[in-house]
């Protein structure tokens, strides 16, 4: 009931397209869905997050779209930039669960 | 968010000796800080839960008297890695949580162990 399921394992787009990650929880209990940017030697640095009660929310050019009902949620990068290329991760947590746990992580390539 | 500050950021220690990392909180006071662990291409892996002024919760599988937590003030937990070995050899995070910010990520500890 811990797991987060991330994919896809790697993704490659071209400039100005769009990047869409996926991630699946089963634990009901988790109520923060975060996205992290990592590059490499560095620790991940979050991009943008969601609670339950919508079902949407955009910042820039991240979207996190999100479906409780099926127990899902995605990072939507529009027009992808190669300064975008970087390991993506989605993680779950929440005020009474207390730690996150994050999923697989996606290795995102944008070619310019 | 927070402010978060981490050191070293990358240190080379002998076999069977031991290696402190230290994680700060710079802008509030963090009771709970977490350690996290991340081998090359794979994902964050916590370790524990570091607790002010009481014993660290270990995740299961993780040594206690391996991977030694203090988190004796409101902005400093160390992680002291014991008699390493090479295959103690990761990539170490710490994170705070702040409310209303989320969590938020040291830069990272490199430990080689040769």
């Known amino acids: 009931q811990q797991q987060v399921k991330q994919s896809p394992q790697s993704l490659i787009v071209q400039k100005g397209g769009i990047s869409i990650i996926n991630c699946a929880y089963e634990?009901?209990?988790?109520?923060?869905f975060p996205w992290y940017q990592q590059f490499p030697g560095k620790g991940p640095a979050l991009l943008i997050a969601?609670?339950?009660?919508?079902s949407e929310k955009k910042e820039g050019r991240f979207t996190i779209s999100f479906n409780k009902s099926a127990k899902q949620f995605s990072l939507h990068i529009m027009d992808s930039q190669p300064g975008d290329s970087a390991t993506y991760f989605c993680a779950a947590g929440g005020t009474s669960y207390g730690k996150l746990t994050f999923g697989q992580g996606t290795i995102l390539t944008v070619h310019p | 968010g927070a402010v978060v500050s981490q050191h070293p950021s990358w240190v080379i220690c002998k076999s069977g000796t031991s290696v402190k990392i230290e994680c700060r909180s710079l802008?509030?006071?963090?009771?709970?800080m977490f350690w996290y662990r991340q081998f090359p291409k794979q994902s964050l892996m916590l370790m524990a839960t570091s607790n002010e002024g009481s014993k660290a919760t270990y995740e299961q599988g993780v040594e206690k008297d391996k991977f030694l937590i203090n988190h004796a003030s409101l902005t400093l937990s160390t992680l002291t890695v014991t008699s390493a070995h090479p295959e103690d050899s990761s990539f170490y995070i710490c994170?705070?949580?702040?409310?209303?910010?989320?969590?938020?990520f040291g830069s990272g500890t490199r430990l080689t162990v040769v």
């Open positions: 634990n009901t209990a988790f109520d923060y």
């Open positions: 802008d509030f006071q963090a009771t709970t």
């Open positions: 969601i609670r339950p009660d919508v």
């Open positions: 994170s705070v949580h702040k409310r209303n910010y989320g969590y938020t």
